[in-house]
């Protein structure tokens, strides 16, 4: 690192500390993950906060874990010190010295978690292993069925050393019914999923004695009773228009709207787009899609083109295979399909736009609507959007006016029918 990253009085003052020599040498794994040298010194100044913190609670460097990093953060907001990225540092910090050998790794699923030393852990640590090896679901599964799974655990079974034999049917049911009653209809039919998937899995484990997933109440909304949210093509457009293409971020919001709105991507499909799954010979692009699932779709012109100038000339370097990166360090993969979404919302505002939906999916809806009312059959439809079932497509069949005109009955009314 060069001089302009660490003041070298304060560099010196920071090896005399708990951390020693290690912190010059994060210092340097910031700088390759390309953080600016304004951002290395930040990092630094909470690095030596934590360190001092350690020293006068007498806390060796193998002390340091992650309940010591939330406790360090504790006392820093208790004294009115507040910043973003703070959390993000100290973990940053722990990550860096395990990988160094300075202090010990944990061992074991869960070992990190809060219930580390529950019963529970091992569970929940099995189940997400269980997901990805047997089931096959993407991250994104993992993460949302594991989240339902830790709160029901933690609602449920607050105890410390409980063990899921104590489950019984009414924790289910209460569970559930509290859910319910916080969230839409098609979210409650998602946890109900989640929470079967998790039951299913302690009962095939030998961990409940009965199989509790037909505890699970089912959460049946009406079919096909809405009428998709979309956008007309004048405002998908427009939409597209309002990205800055003379800087570097605006071009790669407009390739990723772009794939939204002429593929019909999902946003955690974009998020999972890789380099190699762009195919410039045969002019395909290979979508990551649900349940693993390997599809093609045409490289459109213009959206081949939006792609290739943001490859060549913004996309930042870094080791990560993901087409779309952060735009500030560390240079990763986009986290979550919400990121995706906000680029969309943010492009809504920017385009003075406010449709009824907000997100990401609102386009892949609206390319579905443009194609019904340009006569393609549903069959066509439910091969653009990748929909495993043709009873997925039906929903847009209400869209198409003209053949619903023509199977309508007669309205009734006291001159006759209409």
């Known amino acids: 690192m060069g001089e302009d990253c ?10 005399l500390s708990v951390f020693g020599e290690h912190v010059e040498a994060f210092g340097a794994r910031l700088a390759e993950l390309g953080y600016r040298p304004r951002s290395i010194r930040d990092k630094l100044r909470t690095v030596s906060g934590l360190a001092r913190w350690m020293a006068d609670h007498g806390h060796p460097i193998t002390e340091l874990d992650e309940a010591n990093v939330a406790a360090f953060l504790v006392a820093r907001r208790a004294r ?49 292993v269980h997901l990805r090896q047997e089931r096959a ?65 302690l009962f095939a484990r030998g961990e409940t004695p009965t199989d509790l997933a037909r505890a699970v109440l089912t959460v049946r909304p009406h079919r096909l009773a809405g009428v998709p949210r979309y956008m007309p093509p004048g405002d998908v457009e427009r939409l597209l228009r309002s990205c800055d293409r003379s800087s570097a971020m605006g071009r790669r919001n407009h390739a990723i709207l772009l794939l939204l709105a ?53 996309r930042p370097a870094g080791a990560s295979r993901r087409v779309f990166l952060c735009w500030r360090a560390p240079y990763r993969g986009l986290g979550h399909p919400s990121t995706v ?7 809504l505002g920017r385009a003075g736009l406010a449709p009824a939906t907000r997100g990401a999916h609102v386009l892949r809806h609206s390319l579905a609507t443009a194609m019904v009312r340009r006569g393609a059959s549903l069959a066509e439809i439910g091969q653009v959007l990748r929909h495993r079932s043709p009873t997925t497509t039906e929903i847009y069949a209400k869209l198409d006016f003209g053949a619903l005109r023509d199977i309508a009955l007669p309205w009734p009314t006291p001159h006759g029918a209409r």
């Open 6 to 15: 660490i003041i070298p009085a304060a560099a010196a003052r920071r090896q």
């Open 80 to 128: 009115g010190h507040t910043g973003r990225g703070l959390r993000r540092t100290g973990l940053m910090l722990l990550a860096h010295l395990r990988s160094a050998g300075a202090i010990p790794t944990p061992e074991g699923p869960g070992a990190q978690s809060p219930y580390a030393q529950s019963p529970l852990a091992a569970a929940l640590a099995q189940y997400a």
């Open 137 to 201: 679901v993407t991250e994104g599964t993992i993460a949302a069925y594991g989240a339902i799974a830790h709160t029901f655990v933690r609602e449920r079974l607050p105890e410390a050393g409980a063990r899921p034999a104590a489950l019984a049917a009414d924790d289910v049911h209460e569970f559930l019914l509290a859910q319910v009653r916080r969230v839409a209809p098609k979210r409650a039919q998602y946890v109900g999923s989640a929470l079967r998937s998790f039951l299913r899995f």
């Open 262 to 314: 002429r593929l019909g991507l999902r946003a955690s499909e974009v998020v999972a787009l890789e380099l190699g799954d762009l195919r410039w010979r045969e002019g395909e692009l290979v979508v990551r899609g649900k349940g693993l699932r390997r599809d093609r779709l045409p490289l459109l012109p213009d959206v081949g083109e939006a792609l290739a100038l943001y490859l060549q000339t913004d």
């Open 341 to 347: 979404s906000t680029i969309v919302m943010r492009a």
